[in-house]
């Protein structure tokens, strides 16, 4: 996989396909991004899992903390990982020990560890790293142009008014983006200057 | 649902606008409604907090408007966009998340005379200081760069002889100054150039003129590429550090590659509050769908009546970078090749008198301060847009007393050269 410009279709089958999303580094601090996206996703009907363990004990929207990712106890589709590039290896090393292994490895925004997506890749994982995936689920349902956020997508199919909790279409038509994407091109210049 | 990029033209129709989810309405409703309901306290609070997408107030946005951000912002090639009440107020937006008192921003000197006076003297009372360069002369901005620079500002085809900017050249000395470039494309629509694709961090227009096209409508927006790293060195702390406004979110942390654009609404339109009207978006809207085909009208009726220009014995020069001889001909091949705008300026033998006169015997071309209508437009800039320059700025500008600029329409071209024969002859 390019990790400098995904398609569209790669994201959208993702999104579409997983029920459970672990997400590690999640906070209970409602300032923080990781709560955004954990909020929404919820919200959206991802079976959500908080993994931190400084919360043992406590809950995030109803749903209990765990130390660990093999502190889970049954099995996850994906893992989201709300840590800087310097900590994603070792949450790799531990998702591969998981059985079965989770389908998806997901690095947040600002997050980038080629090594480590190399090695979840070469077991059959895909990954998706520096990108957010409220900000991703947002874009292919159109629900971030509220937000004047460019979808890159279209339709001229009428969709339901999004209510709480309601799963969105993400099959809308994309238009582009990924390299044709000023936006990518700056981000993968910044990752070659490293 | 292959990626696949679509034309410039099913964009202009497309981007942005679905069936109403509500109505099924095909076209896009009017949402003039000041404010939105919430479901309940949480989703109030989640809005609030930049945790939920959706409507609150329509000083901070408006679903009409958000119809117009994401077309223009796909017509751009930008990540995202925020429509404002003018062009005017899209330049203060803009900078308000760029500048503290003190700091300085780069602005070419040949602009449209309005932004030459809003940053000379309104910016000033804020401390925010211009300092100018000359845009046919790249070192003069290279010279320009201080400690304190934050921004670089020019307009891809600039107001009023209609010069073309080297838009790479300059984009390449704001990278090495590490500011952004801010392009205003209000001359050439994403129809003729796409600052983006350019190397432009920021672009911003007057929707008034071409985008809009009609003269029927104020309104301004602005684009953001998603291009510049907001997190280096607290240069720019409005997108950086933790907000006091949003209980300490970062927001290029939280929104990434459209961080920008959301300062500019949650910190610039939500605080300075110059909002766009729902129906002023809906017009513009209107107006976008056509650009395609008016642009192209535009710049080719453009080019037939500066060839007639050219040719006519009382007229001393004309400046318009579509005509071979032009000094921004090469440039304008690079830049825009579909055409060089529609908005130039030429010199009559006769001088300030000749340009009166002129001006007061055509009888399709309208004597208005605006440009980018659908019909013909003409102005003496010395004594209008340009009047509060005094002469040196005047000339180094474009606007020098002998100087008449023209916006043209999309009449039938034989229609415009015959008011303006009959308008220098008699």
Redesign the interface.
């Known amino acids: 996989m390019n990790h400098d410009a995904y398609?569209?279709?790669y994201i959208?089958g993702i999104l579409n396909s997983v029920k459970s999303i672990a997400m590690v580094g999640a906070s209970p601090v409602?300032?923080r991004?990781s709560?955004?996206a954990f909020?929404?996703l919820a919200q959206r009907g991802y079976d959500m899992i908080p993994v931190n363990p400084g919360h043992v004990g406590k809950e995030l929207l109803g749903n209990p903390f765990v130390a660990s990712l093999v502190d889970i106890g049954r099995p996850v589709d994906m893992i989201d990982i709300f840590r800087n590039s310097s900590h994603i290896m070792p949450v790799v090393e531990e998702a591969l020990t998981l059985d079965p292994l989770p389908k998806v490895i997901w690095m947040q925004?600002?997050a980038r560890d080629d090594a480590a997506a190399a090695k979840a890749e070469s077991v059959g994982i895909k990954v998706v790293m520096n990108r957010?995936p409220k900000?991703e689920y947002?874009r292919l349902s159109?629900?971030?142009?509220?937000?004047?956020?460019?979808?890159?997508t279209?339709?001229?199919?009428?969709?339901?008014?999004?209510?709480?909790g309601m799963r969105l279409s993400l099959?809308r038509?994309?238009?582009?983006?990924?390299d044709?994407?000023?936006?990518d091109?700056?981000?993968k210049n910044?990752t070659e200057q490293r | 649902?292959?990626?696949?990029?679509?034309g410039f033209s099913?964009?202009a129709v497309?981007?942005?606008a679905?069936?109403?989810?509500?109505t099924?309405a095909r076209a896009t409703p009017i949402y003039q409604t000041t404010s939105f309901v919430f479901?309940d306290a949480d989703?109030a609070a989640?809005l609030f907090?930049?945790?939920?997408?959706?409507?609150i107030y329509t000083r901070i946005?408006n679903?009409t408007?958000?119809?117009l951000?994401?077309r223009v912002?796909?017509l751009e090639?930008?990540?995202?966009?925020?429509?404002v009440a003018s062009g005017h107020a899209a330049q203060v937006v803009v900078l308000q998340q760029l500048l503290q008192p003190g700091d300085e921003f780069i602005a070419a000197r040949k602009l449209y005379g309005g932004s030459i006076n809003q940053f000379t003297h309104a910016f000033k009372s804020f401390g925010w200081n211009v300092v100018w360069a000359d845009p046919d002369d790249i070192a003069s901005f290279e010279r320009a760069v201080t400690p304190r620079t934050k921004a670089i500002f020019i307009e891809s085809i600039a107001n009023p002889a209609g010069g073309i900017t080297d838009i790479e050249a300059i984009s390449t000395v704001a990278r090495k100054a590490g500011v952004p470039l801010i392009v205003d494309n209000t001359l050439a629509s994403p129809y003729l150039i796409r600052p983006?694709?350019h190397g432009a961090d920021i672009v911003v227009h007057s929707l008034t003129k071409f985008l809009g096209g009609h003269g029927n409508s104020l309104g301004g927006i602005i684009v953001d590429?998603?291009?510049?790293?907001w997190s280096t060195g607290g240069k720019y702390p409005m997108l950086s550090e933790p907000r006091p406004e949003?209980?300490?979110?970062r927001l290029q942390?939280?929104?990434?590659?459209?961080a920008f654009?959301?300062a500019c609404?949650v910190l610039g339109l939500r605080d300075l509050g110059p909002a766009l009207s729902p129906f002023n978006a809906f017009m513009i809207l209107t107006g976008i769908e056509t650009l395609p085909l008016r642009m192209q009208k535009h710049c080719d009726n453009a080019k037939a009546v500066a060839e007639f220009l050219v040719g006519h014995p009382a007229v001393a020069s004309v400046s318009y970078a579509g005509l071979p001889s032009d000094k921004y001909n090469q440039l304008a091949r690079k830049y825009a090749p579909k055409g060089a705008g529609a908005v130039f300026t030429f010199s009559l033998k006769g001088g300030y008198d000749a340009g009166v006169s002129l001006v007061s015997k055509l009888q399709l071309f309208s004597h208005l301060a605006n440009v980018g209508d659908t019909r013909s437009l003409v102005i003496h800039p010395a004594s209008t847009t340009h009047s509060q320059l005094d002469d040196a700025a005047k000339i180094k500008s474009g606007a020098g007393p002998d100087v008449v600029r023209l916006s043209i329409g999309i009449e039938d071209k034989e229609d415009l050269i015959a008011d303006l024969e009959q308008a220098l002859g008699a």
């Open positions: 398609p569209d279709n959208r409602n300032v991004p709560y955004f909020k929404y925004l600002g957010c900000i947002g159109s629900e971030i142009s509220w937000m004047g956020v460019n979808s890159r279209l339709s001229s199919k009428r969709a339901p008014a999004p209510t709480q099959n038509m994309s238009v582009g983006g990924g044709t994407a000023a936006s091109r700056a981000a910044k | 649902m292959s990626d696949r990029l679509p099913t964009l497309h981007a942005g679905q069936p109403d989810p509500t099924g479901n989703h989640s907090g930049l945790q939920a997408f959706g409507n946005g679903p408007n958000a119809v951000e994401e912002a796909a090639g930008g990540t995202a966009a925020l429509a983006i694709d590429a998603g291009t510049f790293d949003y209980h300490g979110i942390e939280t929104f990434g590659n459209f654009a959301i609404r």
